[in-house]
């Protein structure tokens, strides 16, 4: 079993076609087959800002008692430190790559297209990944509109999305995506 080896590696995100393949307590996406083409320059890599980052626990949370209900009040009110989602290992290895670059220089884009407003968790979740460490070049806060107009613009090579729906929005706008269970 290669998965052995993802630990000691120092592998920061696993990705498989397999959904019954072992992960080994690392990052962990399900891969749904698709036709891909080769990635622009740069690179784009979009993140859904949701469960995905910030775990499911937070969003149940903020569905049942609101802002004030997922996020205490004080100094850390703005970041969102007490709920980490499976891919905050990604996310802050893919900053640490992006700083090694200029922003113009870059070979990496950065996008957050959450289905969050701006007035709510969306900035919350731009000032997490900052203090992460993971600085956003484009953050969409769709207020829960559809994700896929943007994504047809984007154009990633990618989508990492935690909801089917979501992937499934997608795949229909002909974006390869992967699952965050």
């Known amino acids: 079993d290669s998965t052995q080896h993802l630990k000691p ?76 989602g499976s891919l905050k290992a990604f996310a802050m290895h893919l900053g640490k790559m992006c700083k090694k670059f200029s922003q113009e220089k870059s070979p990496v884009r950065t996008y957050l297209v959450t289905t969050c407003s701006g007035q709510d968790m969306g900035i919350r979740a731009v000032k997490t990944l900052q203090k992460w460490g993971l600085q956003i070049d484009e953050a969409f806060f769709m207020d829960r509109a559809p994700k896929g107009p943007i994504l047809t613009q984007i154009q990633p090579p990618s989508f990492f999305g935690n909801r089917l729906h979501n992937i499934q929005e997608a795949q229909n706008v002909a974006v390869p995506s992967a699952w965050v269970p």
Do not use: I, W
């Open 9 to 84: 590696y120092g592998v920061k995100l696993f990705l498989s076609a397999d959904c019954n393949a072992p992960h080994r307590g690392v990052s962990a996406v399900l891969v749904f087959p698709q036709e891909v083409q080769a990635p622009s320059t740069p690179l784009c890599v979009v993140l859904d800002g949701n469960a995905m980052l910030f775990s499911n626990e937070m969003g149940q949370v903020f569905q049942e008692q609101g802002l004030e209900g997922a996020v205490p009040m004080g100094e850390e009110s703005s970041v969102l430190l007490y709920f980490q």
